[in-house]
């Protein structure tokens, strides 16, 4: 465990150096044991792969009197279970007219557009972090044969709901937006809806397991299709 | 009861403090980019501190009072026009149902904050009213204003008509230096690299807005090209593959794989959004001690400046 200065009113805790299931539950519980030491000092917290930014009020307490209550904190924390968290299933309709890119990542993988739909969807990812735009989780692991590179040119608008993979992480984009990620598939549950209550349906930690439907299933559940 | 928006400018936002408490979700702060003009702009029409006032960049905006208000715009020098008359800025103006305001082009700096008694009523969304675009979040429709917005304002019929003393008040240059608290990776940054870093002057590049300021000089290697993206706080400055140090303010992404090299202090990152493209920028590196005393002093002075009344 790493804690460093970062700005006049946040500190860096690195609790590991690779993305990993151990270290995901590790940032997990020591962001929730962080939030209860510091209380109200705790302006807000940035969770991710294997990290947490702690920012705190700088004229109500110091970055000595927080480091110690974090290190107290964490001193406290049992070996964090990797099994923990939510399990959220999200459905998705992978096929051609939802995913563009599909058939060129399969044929780069040397596999059939059914053996990266198995692949994608045979895995259990977790949330390791949130950022990019409002409500965009990274998702990882993807298994390495269907690892793909960010696309040399960013496509100007990805559709919302749009399922995409980049090297080992993939992700639902929660709205419309630029984006580079090797789309294979869309989502047709919301992932960022600002009047629902949570606005989220996972939060870092959670794992996410995809579940494939088909098209009249995907339209259904609300599903659009340009 | 509102100000009615004739023509918005280049750009101009609602704002309130800023959204805190909702980077889990992906969202980013907003809010003032100079708070200091801000936190006055407030404090002279007596308004609760995190009362919502209007960003005005660049200038260039007409609104016209639809209520019997108080007015006070505070920041860049923007010429003030009420009904064609000029008015002085960092000063409480009584307005009445027609009244023209406007705001031309900045003569020095380029952020300016118009707020009106009690501030404008804007529904939070995420606990603020802060407006940022990229997300399509806060103000009135998660955009900048309109022609033809109405902003929600309260008929106020008493107001102390306060100004800060022309001596008191922030001079806006052409140059900032940026205290920087060493961090994050600072370690990956060899010690020619940094002194590089904090001893040539920096130039405002054309590629600066309300996510991050990208410089240009010098260039800065670091001996990391990327790394497991983490939490970025405001004012923090990564240097990409090409060197060049993008300081990041309100509107930044919560998170990225850039390596940083520190994170400049709030009170100079205020003044570093007052700079437009060609602005000179150095960088002076300050303990996280001097950067703690820094804001408390800052603070306890602005608590100290009287703010004086015009009475007839």
Known sequence: MELHSAGENALMLYLGQETSPAVAARVQAAAAAIETALGDHLVDMVPSYASILILYDALATDHLAVSHRVRQALAQLQEADSSLGRQVVLPVYYALEAGADLEALAQRAGLSPEQVIELHAGTEYRVYAIGFAPGFAYLGQVDERIAAPRLATPRLKVPRGAVAIADRQTAVYPAVSPGGWNLIGRCPTRMFDPSATPCMPVSVGDRVQFEPIDRSRYLALGGELE | ?312
């Open chain 2, 1 to 312: 009861m509102s100000l009615e928006v004739i023509q918005p400018g280049i750009l101009s936002l609602l704002q309130d403090r800023g959204r805190f408490g909702a980077h889990r979700i992906g969202l980013t702060n907003g809010g003032p980019l100079d708070p200091e003009a801000f936190s006055w702009c407030n404090r002279l029409l007596d308004n609760p501190a995190n009362a919502t006032a209007v960003e005005v960049s660049f200038g260039g905006a007409r609104l016209r009072a639809r209520v019997d208000t108080f007015i006070c715009v505070t920041g860049a020098a923007m010429p003030l026009h009420i009904n064609d008359r000029e008015q002085a800025l960092w000063t409480v103006h009584r307005v009445g149902a027609g009244d023209e305001i406007s705001l031309g082009f900045a003569e020095r700096g380029c952020r300016a904050y118009l707020g009106v008694a009690d501030g404008f009523t804007v529904a939070p969304s995420f606990g603020s009213s802060a407006t940022v675009m990229r997300e399509s979040i806060g103000g009135l429709h998660g955009d900048k204003l309109r022609s033809g917005d109405l902003l929600p304002c309260a008929a106020v019929e008493q107001r102390k008509r306060r100004y800060l003393h022309p001596a008191s008040l922030p001079h806006y240059h052409d140059q900032v230096t940026l205290r920087v608290i060493p961090g994050y990776q600072q370690a990956h940054f060899s010690r020619l690299q940094q002194r590089r870093f904090f001893s040539h002057a920096y130039m405002v590049s054309e590629r600066c807005d309300r996510m991050g300021y990208r410089l240009e000089g010098p260039a800065i290697q670091c001996d990391l090209e990327g790394i497991l993206s983490e939490g970025i706080c405001a004012g923090a400055i990564q240097i990409p593959a090409d060197g060049q140090p993008i300081v990041l303010l309100n509107d930044r992404q919560t998170i990225g794989g850039y390596p940083k090299i520190g994170s400049a202090l709030s009170l100079d990152t205020a003044r570093l959004a007052q700079l437009r493209p060609g602005g000179t920028v150095h960088f002076a590196p300050i303990s996280p001690h001097g950067a703690h005393n820094a804001l408390h002093l800052a603070h306890s002075q602005a608590l100290r400046k009287t703010m004086l009344e015009h009475r007839d």
